[in-house]
């Protein structure tokens, strides 16, 4: 027998509200300083309810990078037939640098990734995002190819291998470097993927 709507209305909640407190208190106290009990402090809830919902940080950490992962998902799916893919590209990638306004945020990347380096858990989470957004990103490559907006020979995995490093990159340099201008980064990215894809670059 199914659960009535509004239990599960309820529990999502619930759940929502645990996984807004982890990412505040990763962001702000990286992911192993964090503890447990500071997430159930900042989530208003006992220790005894959250573990209900999740049985550990990994397990959150698992959670946001998969509701981000659904979210891009269903991004790549609106503009996948787009009449001007190289401004898709752009717009999506803007997206994934905006995520996060500061530099907490972007640590919080950083280390979420070096922790998929130790941890299969978040890993297999990390590849589940990398094999939806990787061929989303390829084929916008290839449809710009296509209608003309980047180079015809160009390699759209490759480049798109290239673009989600660009992110990634941008994360360690607002993560590292106090003096450096996001505004100026983010406003500078259009005219870097057009000379990056376009037509004899």
Known sequence: MSEPAD???????????????????????GFHATSMAEICEAAGM??????????????????????????TA??????????????????LLERFLTLTTDAAGHRLWLEILSEGA???????VLDRSDAEVRPALAHLVGRAATLGQADPAIDGDQAAIWLLMLIDGFSARVATDPGFDIAAGIAA?????????????
Request: hydrophobic share 40%.
């Open 7 to 29: 239990i599960l209305s309820r529990r999502e909640e619930k759940r929502r509200r645990i996984l807004e407190a982890a990412d505040g208190c990763f962001a702000r106290r």
């Open 46 to 71: 006992s220790a005894g309810n959250l573990y209900r919902y999740f049985p550990s940080k990994e397990a959150m950490i698992a959670a946001l990078v998969d509701a981000e992962r659904e979210e």
């Open 189 to 201: 990215l259009p005219g870097m993927v057009r000379r990056f894809l376009g037509p004899g670059a």
């Open 74 to 91: 269903a991004l790549f799916r609106r503009v996948e037939d787009s009449d001007d893919p190289l401004a898709a590209v752009t717009a």
């Open 118 to 124: 130790r941890n299969p858990q978040i890993q297999a």
